[in-house]
């Protein structure tokens, strides 16, 4: 696709909930990142996907998240039993291949999907 | 561990103004350095990456500076714009095994005619 594509935009989930958050990266690129972004904060990283490795899971704040990217193309960020403190934006990007690490890696964002916890 | 920091968290000017937008970060081994815009409610648009070996990249009215060695990156915006009003967010990729962006918290900028 022309963008990385997220969906759904909204979400508001009761809490003790489960959801999904769906990433289209962009066709091609090799690696993808889960990011969380709190109200007035920067990203934080969540984790990374080379093709459907799942390569870093460092920043997920609890084994309630789970990501996976099965076929190395769409990804699936699931959030078990909601709580409020999920409420975020959550951002997928993509880039080309780690392996151009060191030439012109841009990361690509989607949209987000804001979650609302209540 | 690398911390992001960015000056000032908001600023508000007339139209026409020239700006600088700060950024700083704790540890220079950096693969490269990388300048985004976001708009309420949306996600992030790359603006300007800058490879380490790099001292500045420019595109239209914008200019990144980085001097890695002393932890800094500058954003120049040269004759503001009502349009340029956004959150403006400088991110580092770090040397090592991750690939992970590690970002400042924003400059909310509001350019009023």
């Known amino acids: 696709g022309a963008g990385v594509s997220q969906s759904p935009r909204y979400k508001v989930a009761k809490r003790g909930q489960d959801v999904a958050l769906r990433c289209d990266p962009i066709s091609g690129h090799v690696s993808l990142f889960w990011y969380q972004q709190a109200l007035g904060q920067g990203p934080e990283f969540l984790t990374y996907f080379q093709n459907e490795a799942q390569l870093d899971k460092s920043g997920l704040p609890s084994d309630r998240f789970f990501a996976e990217r099965p076929e190395g193309s769409v990804s699936t960020l699931k959030i078990q039993r909601t709580q409020q403190e999920d409420s975020a934006v959550y951002l997928c990007?993509?880039?080309?291949?780690?392996?151009?690490?060191?030439?012109?890696?841009?990361?690509?964002f989607g949209q987000g999907t804001r979650l609302t916890v209540v | 561990k690398q911390e992001v920091t960015q000056i000032p968290a908001a600023l508000s000017v007339p139209e026409g103004e020239n700006l600088v937008l700060n950024c700083s970060f704790t540890d220079s081994a950096i693969y490269n350095l990388q300048w985004f815009r976001q708009d309420p409610g949306k996600g992030l648009t790359s603006l300007l990456l800058i490879q380490s070996s790099q001292r500045e990249q420019t595109s239209g009215r914008l200019n990144a500076s980085l001097d890695k060695s002393s932890g800094r990156s500058t954003l120049y915006i040269a004759a503001s714009q009502p349009g340029d009003s956004a959150t403006y967010l400088c991110a580092v990729r770090p040397r090592g095994n991750t690939d992970k962006l590690i970002f400042g918290t924003g400059t909310r900028l509001q350019v009023f005619p």
């Open positions: 990007a993509s880039s080309l291949d780690r392996a151009f690490r060191l030439m012109n890696t841009e990361a690509f």
